[in-house]
């Protein structure tokens, strides 16, 4: 791993928070992702099932996590289990962990090596009433493929049909929502990374220069600053680019009188930062950009300070739309008198600002969180208004990663430039 060791007490809180939600005399197994082929014989970098990574911190592969709290054997009530380690496939691979590494990483003291487990399984599934296992249950889940935890659920259920089966994912979308001050701390981490990430990048642009040279200077910046990898492909889009949200190309060049949307993040510790920043590739707004600008800056501060313990996520957005309706009339983007014939299921301001304002944030950049429950203390979440003009060829975003405290939200980016002076300022000074 690249980035700095992690104190095990947040593993052993989050297997604590869970143990508590489950059903007396119940086990608990999570399993690895599945290394998946890329082409000829090569695989994709390997990444971590997030829920593996939250309960124990292990990011090797063909790794398994068992919690059976009222197993008659106390040694056998936290298990995390590993591959034996290889002398050649070490020579190939690398090296792998040892039984003492795991402990410290995880804090988990029994580990099983899996050639060892088929015998040990059966005996604790025998001695539980309830199972629960681990789904892929986020809401913005898009694939076809039955991955390795669905397989296993059959495995599972075809072993053990008597048994009563129940779903890890309802009580890890309660508790993965809500973050430890531990989790914040390697989140804050991931996003002084990419702060400064981005003021390396103020002083970089200028007319000329391709959106992939952008990227390859966040690659650069993240990786010599211990991240693993970006939280996400990068969004570099210059010009009527920055209009496709989810642009990857970034093969265009930035041109004078333009403005340049990046939207990146630094994946630190397994936990994800979310920033979007959009500047103009001379240096200095025009007149025009700056209004739209600023306009968008309103909305990201209105949207802050509804943000708070109690509404929900769409009644939120609803409110932002209202906000959002008011601020485009004054720049321009709608008539009053369009809006009061306006279908309020198909509300105007959609025709500038077509996407979500906020999304939760963690482990994974679209992480685990219900939108129609109240939010609660200790979520955190992106707020990221943007106003995108086809006429004008201009699109803006702007992105902070906000957390709800019982003391008020708390912006984990407010020391990241963000006014029109600010980035103005920064840019003024190029390397």
Same mark, same amino acid.
């Given at each position: 791993? /690249?980035?700095?060791?992690?104190?095990?007490?947040?593993?052993?809180?989050?297997?604590?928070?869970?143990?508590?939600?489950?059903?007396?005399?119940?086990?608990?197994?999570?399993?690895?992702?599945?290394?998946?082929?890329?082409?000829?014989?090569?695989?994709?970098?390997?990444?971590?099932?997030?829920?593996?990574?939250?309960?124990?911190?292990?990011?090797?592969?063909?790794?398994?996590?068992?919690?059976?709290?009222?197993?008659?054997?106390?040694?056998?009530?936290? @298990?995390?289990?590993?591959?034996?380690?290889?002398?050649?496939?070490?020579?190939?691979?690398?090296?792998?962990?040892?039984?003492?590494?795991?402990?410290?990483?995880?804090?988990?003291?029994? *580990?099983?090596?899996?050639?060892?487990?088929?015998?040990?399984?059966?005996?604790?599934?025998?001695?539980?009433?309830?199972?629960? &296992?681990?789904?892929?249950?986020?809401?913005?889940?898009?694939?076809?493929?039955?991955?390795?935890?669905?397989?296993?659920?059959?495995?599972? /259920?075809?072993?053990?049909?008597?048994?009563?089966?129940?779903?890890?994912?309802?009580?890890?979308?309660?508790?993965?929502?809500?973050?430890?001050?531990?989790?914040?701390?390697? *989140?804050?981490?991931?996003?002084?990374? #990419?702060?400064?990430?981005?003021?390396?990048? &103020?002083?970089?642009?200028?007319?000329? @220069?391709?959106?992939?040279?952008?990227?390859?200077?966040?690659?650069?910046?993240?990786?010599?600053?211990?991240?693993?990898?970006?939280?996400?492909?990068? *969004?570099?889009?210059? !010009?009527?680019?920055?209009?496709?949200?989810?642009?990857?190309?970034?093969?265009?060049?930035? /041109?004078?009188?333009?403005?340049?949307?990046?939207?990146?993040?630094?994946?630190?510790?397994?936990?994800?930062?979310?920033?979007?920043?959009?500047?103009?590739?001379?240096?200095?707004?025009?007149?025009?950009?700056?209004?739209?600008?600023?306009?968008?800056?309103?909305?990201?501060?209105?949207?802050?300070?509804?943000?708070?313990?109690?509404?929900?996520?769409?009644?939120? #957005?609803?409110?932002?739309?209202?906000?959002?309706?008011?601020?485009?009339?004054?720049?321009?983007?709608?008539?009053?008198?369009?809006?009061?014939?306006?279908?309020?299921?198909?509300?105007?301001?959609?025709?500038?600002?077509?996407? !979500?304002?906020?999304?939760?944030? !963690?482990?994974?950049?679209?992480?685990?969180?219900?939108?129609?429950?109240?939010?609660?203390?200790?979520?955190?979440? #992106?707020?990221?208004?943007?106003?995108?003009?086809?006429?004008? /060829?201009?699109?803006?975003?702007?992105?902070?990663?906000?957390?709800?405290?019982?003391? !008020?939200?708390?912006?984990?980016?407010?020391?990241?430039? *963000?006014?029109?002076?600010?980035?103005?300022?920064?840019?003024?000074?190029?390397?």
């Amino acid at each position: 791993m /690249k980035y700095d060791p992690i104190p095990s007490v947040l593993f052993t809180t989050n297997r604590k928070r869970f143990v508590k939600e489950m059903l007396p005399n119940s086990i608990a197994i999570f399993v690895s992702n599945d290394e998946w082929p890329y082409n000829g014989d090569a695989l994709h970098s390997f990444k971590q099932n997030s829920n593996i990574v939250w309960l124990s911190g292990i990011t090797q592969e063909k790794t398994m996590v068992i919690l059976f709290p009222d197993c008659p054997d106390a040694k056998f009530r936290e @298990v995390l289990v590993l591959e034996r380690p290889n002398e050649l496939k070490e020579k190939w691979d690398g090296k792998r962990l040892r039984a003492g590494e795991a402990k410290e990483i995880s804090g988990i003291a029994t *580990i099983v090596w899996l050639d060892t487990l088929p015998g040990l399984l059966q005996t604790w599934i025998h001695l539980a009433d309830h199972i629960y &296992l681990d789904s892929n249950e986020n809401d913005r889940k898009a694939t076809e493929i039955k991955s390795n935890e669905y397989r296993f659920i059959e495995q599972m /259920k075809d072993a053990y049909p008597l048994h009563q089966y129940h779903r890890s994912a309802r009580i890890l979308k309660k508790l993965r929502a809500i973050k430890t001050r531990h989790e914040i701390d390697q *989140i804050q981490q991931a996003i002084n990374i #990419t702060g400064n990430t981005f003021k390396r990048l &103020l002083r970089f642009i200028r007319p000329g @220069v391709h959106e992939f040279e952008i990227e390859a200077e966040i690659w650069h910046e993240f990786l010599r600053s211990r991240a693993t990898r970006p939280a996400y492909s990068s *969004i570099i889009a210059s !010009g009527d680019n920055a209009r496709t949200l989810h642009y990857v190309s970034n093969n265009g060049v930035c /041109k004078s009188g333009e403005l340049v949307l990046m939207d990146f993040g630094a994946e630190y510790a397994n936990y994800c930062a979310d920033l979007t920043r959009t500047v103009p590739v001379d240096g200095k707004f025009t007149k025009r950009q700056k209004e739209v600008y600023n306009a968008c800056l309103h909305l990201h501060n209105y949207a802050k300070s509804l943000l708070k313990p109690g509404i929900t996520i769409l009644d939120y #957005t609803d409110k932002v739309g209202v906000e959002a309706t008011k601020t485009f009339i004054k720049i321009g983007l709608l008539r009053s008198s369009d809006v009061k014939n306006q279908d309020p299921e198909s509300p105007l301001y959609r025709k500038y600002l077509y996407h !979500g304002i906020s999304h939760h944030l !963690g482990l994974d950049v679209h992480d685990l969180g219900t939108r129609t429950e109240p939010i609660r203390e200790g979520m955190l979440f #992106t707020v990221e208004p943007g106003i995108y003009i086809e006429e004008e /060829k201009m699109g803006i975003r702007i992105e902070n990663n906000i957390w709800i405290t019982r003391r !008020g939200n708390v912006d984990l980016m407010k020391d990241i430039p *963000i006014t029109t002076d600010e980035i103005e300022r920064y840019m003024r000074h190029k390397k």
